[in-house]
Structures are given as structure tokens and as C-alpha cells.
């Protein structure tokens, strides 16, 4: 996360982030956030494997579900997840430092639409994750 939080994406991220566990404990960073977009890294940890020593996709889809859940807050709006689906392109393995990139295709009054791309340090991609939003009452932060 960006050292002091000044935009109001970064004062979302930042209060969301004092109550996302999930995103904590697997040990993922905010990289950047603005309207509309979010990048999340996050390394590949032993206990992440799966038995055939690759990353869990459960873990994969946490990590791009977490990148689309900041992007479609980042206008202090509260939204949550109405739908999403990813498909699995290469494996990611132990050390592997991944990242996904949140960007906002469509934002309407009441749903969102989100494509999140998740890369590892080669540049290569991994996975790519649609996910629907939906617009509840209420915002994040004051």
C-alpha cells in the first residue's frame, strides 16, 4: 500500500484493509490503487501448494477476487461480488511472486464489470478472472 493514503481509492483500500483477514493472512500487498483499478501481489508460499506442488486455484481466485473487491470499492461506493469466473492459463509454483491487476470495463448505476489479469515475475500470464459487482447501500469511509 502506498505509504500515506491521500486519494480516496487509498482511503477505501486502507480502511477496507483493517478488516480483510483473508488478504492478510495469505500474505498479499496492495500494490496500487485509483478509480476503478487495483494491483494486488502476492509470493506463493508452501502452504499454498496444492499435491501436485502448484498453487491452489483457490488461492489464485482469492488473489484476483481481492484485486476486483478493492477496484469496485475504490469510489467509496460498497459493492460486492455478484459473479465472477476465472480460467487457469499456466501454473504458478513456490516463490513465484504474482500479481493482479484490477481494471473497471463497465461501472453503472447499480453493476460493475471487472477483468483482473494475474502475471507472475516473468511477465507471464497465469489467470484471468471476470467478476460482476453489484452496488449495495453505504460507503467506506467518511
Request: glycine fraction near 10%; hydrophobic fraction near 45%; aromatic fraction near 4%.
Amino acid at each position: 500500500m502506498v505509504e500515506v493514503a491521500t486519494s480516496l481509492a487509498e482511503r477505501v483500500v486502507a480502511a477496507m484493509l483493517l478488516e480483510d483477514r483473508a488478504t492478510t493472512a495469505l500474505g498479499m500487498q496492495v500494490e496500487s490503487v485509483d478509480e476503478g483499478t487495483a494491483a494486488v501481489t502476492m509470493e506463493v508460499r508452501q502452504d499454498m501448494l496444492n499435491g501436485f506442488a502448484t498453487c491452489h486455484g483457490g488461492l489464485l481466485f482469492s488473489l484476483a477476487d481481492s484485486a476486483f473487491g478493492f477496484a469496485s470499492n475504490s469510489r467509496n461506493q460498497r459493492a460486492v461480488a455478484a459473479g465472477c469466473q476465472i480460467d487457469y492459463l499456466r501454473p504458478a509454483v513456490l516463490g513465484d511472486r504474482l500479481r493482479a491487476v484490477a481494471i473497471e470495463r463497465s461501472a453503472g448505476k447499480r453493476l460493475g464489470l471487472y477483468d483482473v489479469t494475474i502475471t507472475n515475475q516473468h511477465g507471464q500470464t497465469v489467470a484471468v478472472f471476470r467478476g460482476r459487482s453489484c452496488r449495495i447501500q453505504g460507503t467506506i469511509v467518511e
